[in-house]
């Protein structure tokens, strides 16, 4: 019987210890609760000789076997990650910062001791994706792992293409909800996915990524309009997170940002605060994992499926994780054909000026679009863009916007059509 | 180094000893390659010192650690597999029809032996489904499970709905493609689906069920017509393996059948001869895998997962599968809004004749649909029916059927909008 302590019981936390008191199967005991202020978090519905504690230490000198770390936060939770591991007990978190800041240093500390460190819930919650990654396709050797992994983002963008609400308004809906935090930046800037993405690459990739290096673009500038673009072209909007293996193998290619996306693809069709990981394989190709990215009791049944895994291997079997180089660095510039929205005081030779800028920066230009039925004082039209450098792109951009005819700065996005796969 | 005897050397096959030949990481080393006359079978990409045969029982007796069985069909191969076990060797197989049939005691006597037993590959080719559910949502309690788990449907689906061609054209192309075999009979009638159901039926909700109980319908008496209807209704048509435990937790209501899903569905976003595996947990609510479900190299890396999960679990940390009750048997109705479609030689009074036979099973007509532009003599019309037990619909239309207006026998099919869950 594997002893359990949790520390931290807010909503994860009270659903992982509603499973270990409800199902009848496993060979998991919930031995501690831990939490600051522990009296006023009571409940009735866990056993009798479960032990209530504020203090974390009482967990550490503890026999508990496995710690699960659901505090939240690099600070004090990696500290208390550690003293847990070095106490000689495995450790379970959802603590996606930690992971991708400290997780090198801590999974070699496990190592050593040959404990456990777990982390299915730290990367979209409920979906079982860093097994699938590590065990599941684990005999294919993979060579790019993205994702829709922000529920808020993607609830505010799926809101703004079907409702045609604006960004604001569909901020405001995520909060009202409880999708978004009263500071959504972590969300909408891509901070957020960033951690995660950089789990994944270290788990999927086996390359370990410096997560600060990982360039991000905001969904902020995003407007309903580029919705009615996006779908002339066939595509929606998505917060995209990239990290793709490089042909040297060694660099990584990673980006957080908004991309058109095809509506027929894997990204396309998660849809509200759904997450999804998409992966491609040298050998497998395609494969894609979706659910429920947050939430208690999804987030909560991760949590338990470490447990579980940490059960079945039994007190000797720690199953240690592939050493993950890192990476020799992170590649921020990337190819692909590219979408341009300008919104304008209509002139003559608006286009024309336009199109100087990006010849001039050897970018040629696939189609201008302009939907009907709009004010001269405030004209989106829409550049789409052949096949070339973000780089270039950013330049022909800042150049164009530094024009006297904007009444709303310029924003472009990648068109995302993978080669090979079906993202 | 687990050594690695491949019994079967096609497709699969291949493409398995391709991987285990070109990566680099793992703890794995090709040994025995045994197939029929195998001589004409021989590559020179094998290491020199592979043994090759055509003497099954030269792999039994043998050094190798695991057997991987890839011939297909339930004999030989159900013998060769308990002979690999009995002999001391692990065993990975590909075999849905082995495992569907004789899984439960094969995995028994893996069990006493201490041997592995897996079949990631046995449903839904390269998609790590089997261990998604074992293992990634082991902390959930799964209730129901169901899939697109034949890409020749599916395929012959997706081109009905997108290029309106005939169903015997869809069927001719996918046979073209390699996709349907020269008797498809398996694929379109759920022969094929129903046995790889049986097994996530194990794996998932942890109960067995007689393979022969579940109710097949043919996807045969699809039209290009009924998609137009389904659209009409936000839907559209897929081959649906579903399986779901019911509230006395002993019974299991299984069927593989054509079924109208919302478009917005899991089920329904999987297009071409693409699979997915849907699960709702007690817990953590809807996940879906998704991917190839066919080919070789898809196929190969599952292959190539179990073996590295052998790997990982060293020579003696067998980690037996939790016992699986039988089911209590298959509920094989269920009650749903349901879509039944007509084409008939046009009179007055049709509609009426057909109402009163629903009204008389005591079934609410929801909607009557009719496509204009088609011709009196041969004239499609759609009803849609409140929810209701689909043996009383059977009823009802077998009675209808004797009616002497319909040109074509009257087809109907459920519509699965899911209850709580998105699929």
Not at 76 to 102: D, F, H, M, Y
Not at 190 to 215: N, T
Not at 346 to 375: K, M, Y
């Amino acid at each position: 019987l594997l002893k359990v302590a949790l520390v931290g019981f807010g909503t994860v936390g009270q659903s992982v210890a509603r499973i270990l008191c409800t199902r009848t199967s496993a060979g998991l005991a919930l031995t501690h609760i831990a939490n600051r202020r522990v009296e006023r978090k009571r409940v009735d519905w866990v056993p009798a000789d479960v032990v209530w504690t504020d203090d974390f230490e009482r967990v550490v000198s503890s026999d508990a076997d496995v710690v699960v770390e659901l505090i939240g936060g690099v600070d004090p939770a990696a500290g208390w990650i550690r003293r847990a591991l070095e106490a000689g007990k495995s450790v379970v978190t959802a603590n996606k910062q930690v992971i991708a800041q400290c997780g090198d240093g801590l999974l070699a500390l496990a190592g050593e001791r040959r404990r456990h460190l777990l982390f299915e819930a730290a990367v979209a919650g409920g979906i079982p994706a860093i097994r699938g990654l590590r065990e599941g396709l684990a005999g294919d050797r993979l060579v790019r792992v993205e994702g829709v992994l922000n529920g808020t983002c993607n609830y505010i963008l799926t809101r703004m293409a079907d409702a045609q609400v604006s960004f604001s308004a569909g901020l405001a809906e995520a909060q009202k909800l409880g999708y978004a935090e009263a500071d959504p930046s972590a969300d909408l800037d891509g901070a957020d996915a960033r951690a995660k993405l950089a789990i994944l690459s270290l788990v999927g990739l086996r390359r370990r990524i410096d997560v600060e290096a990982v360039p991000l673009a905001s969904i902020r500038a995003i407007d309903p309009i580029d919705f009615a673009y996006a779908r002339r072209l066939g595509c929606t909007i998505r917060q995209v997170a990239r990290a793709e293996l490089l042909a040297d193998e060694r660099r990584v290619l990673a980006f957080v940002r908004p991309a058109l996306v095809p509506l027929s693809s894997n990204l396309a069709r998660i849809e509200g605060n759904q997450n999804v990981v998409v992966v491609e394989g040298a050998f497998g190709g395609e494969a894609s994992f979706s659910g429920a990215g947050a939430g208690g009791g999804p987030t909560a049944v991760s949590v338990v499926s470490d447990l579980e895994a940490i059960a079945r291997a039994g007190a000797d079997g720690h199953a240690g994780w592939p050493a993950a180089p890192a990476a020799d660095g992170v590649e921020r510039e990337f190819e692909a054909p590219h979408y341009a929205r300008f919104i304008v005081a209509d002139r003559p030779g608006i286009i024309a000026s336009v199109a100087e800028v990006f010849s001039r920066h050897g970018v040629n230009v696939d189609a201008v679009l302009q939907e009907p039925g709009w004010s001269k004082a405030e004209l989106p039209f829409v550049v789409t863009l052949e096949r070339c450098s973000s780089a270039v792109v950013n330049e022909a951009l800042a150049e164009i916007g530094s024009f006297d005819f904007h009444v709303r700065r310029p924003v472009w996005v990648p068109i995302l059509a993978s080669e090979g796969g079906r993202s």
